[in-house]
Structures are given as C-alpha cells and as structure tokens.
T-cell receptor, first 112, second 111 residues
C-alpha cells in the first residue's frame, strides 16, 4: 500500500520557469491537500479539494494553480516560479472529515 | 477556524511518559481534535484524533477534558525516536474540509 506518492522529490527551477508537482493516493480518499513548509516554519495550506471536481483556496494560494484530475490525483502548478516559492511542498489526503490525514514525503523545491 | 494553543517546546527523559497539553477554548461541538507529529526532515504523521471520549491507539493516548476546552496527548514511554514537533489541530466536520496547522510543540527527548 503506497499511500500518498509525490513526484519529484527534489527540483531546482530558475525564476520564471513553470512546473507541476504531482500527487497521487491509492487509498480511495475523497479529500486532497497541498501544503508548503518554509525552513523552520509550520505548514501552510495552499489549496485543497474536498471531493473530485472541486478545489478551494487555502491560506496562501497566490502564485499557484491546482487540478483534481480524478479521485486519485491532485497536481499543483507553479506558472512562473519565484524565489519566494522555495519551500518543501507536502501533499496529503483524507477519507472524510472524521478521519486523519495521510501525508506524502514531500517535494523540496528551490527557485534560484 | 477555532484556534489551539500549545507550548513552544518541552523536554522529557527517555523511557518516561510525556504529557503534551493543548488548549482550545473556542472549540465547537463539531470540531474533532487531531494530533500529528513531524519527525526531522519528514512529512507530518497522523497520531490520533477524538471528539469527546478519551482515545487510545498503538502510538499514544488522547485525554479530552470534559468541557472539551483542552486535551492532552500522552506518550506512555518516550523514546529518542519520539523527538518531533507535535501539532494539535481542530477539524470541523460541519464546515470546510481543511485543517490549519499552528506552530506546534517541539518535543526534546533526553537520553
């Protein structure tokens, strides 16, 4: 049982480049989430999807777009990367509100 | 969103019980109390959650005050591997399906 899989694990981008972070879960969870964690800081919610076909903004959505491709996959896109987006990005999923979250192992992104 | 308050850091000796407190005085009737932990250089890991009654699992116990305004995560016998940041979070099953992380408590285990 793989849980939540994030790709890539590491990425270096130049300012202005675009990229998509991929996330997939194999637990048939309804809800999926994207968080970022800056060095020495807590996690901040970027976007979430409560169910297939819906997405909503979190605390820090500016500069990002998301796509809930199907029930398994939830991608995060940076259209024009900026150094302020250097962070570790975590994807998570959950069955319903009364269950816990399962997190992926993260994508470490550096924008130079 | 209802907020939680946790101490910034705590220390405990190895092989002793650890009690991590969390205050949530504005908790609503539909808020579940969740605990997660984050080991160094890893993603957060679910620990336990509950609504009103105390809960036990293989990792920890959760003691919830009768008025639900506070809770305590109990690690029965701390090991060095339990050194992590512990987050107490409220999750409202009646509203938006999201959880917001606070700063958590950094737990240091002394050998």
């Amino acid at each position: 049982n793989a849980g939540v899989t994030q790709t890539p694990k590491f990425q270096v981008l130049k300012t202005g480049q675009s990229m998509t972070l991929q996330c997939a879960q194999d637990m048939n969870h309804n809800s999926m989430y994207w968080y970022r964690q800056d060095p020495g800081m807590g996690l901040r919610l970027i976007y979430y999807s409560a169910s297939e076909g819906t997405t909503d903004k979190g605390e820090v959505p500016n500069g990002y777009n998301v796509s809930r491709l199907n029930k398994r996959e939830f991608s995060l896109r940076l259209e024009s990367a900026a150094p302020s987006q250097t962070s570790v990005y975590f994807c998570a999923s959950s069955r319903t509100q009364s269950y816990g979250y399962t997190f992926g192992s993260g994508t470490r992104l550096t924008v130079v | 969103d209802a907020k939680t308050t946790q101490p910034n850091s705590m220390e405990s000796n190895e092989e002793e019980p650890v009690h991590l407190p969390c205050n949530h005085s504005t908790i609503s009737g539909t808020d579940y109390i969740h605990w997660y932990r984050q080991l160094p250089s890893q993603g957060p890991e679910y620990v336990i959650h509950g609504l009103t009654s105390n809960v036990n699992n293989r990792m920890a116990s959760l003691a919830i005050a009768e008025d639900r305004k506070s809770s305590t995560l109990i690690l029965h016998r701390a090991t060095l591997r339990d050194a992590a940041v512990y987050y107490c979070i409220l999750r409202d099953v009646g509203r938006d399906d999201k959880i917001i992380f606070g700063k958590g408590t950094r737990l240091h285990i002394l050998p």
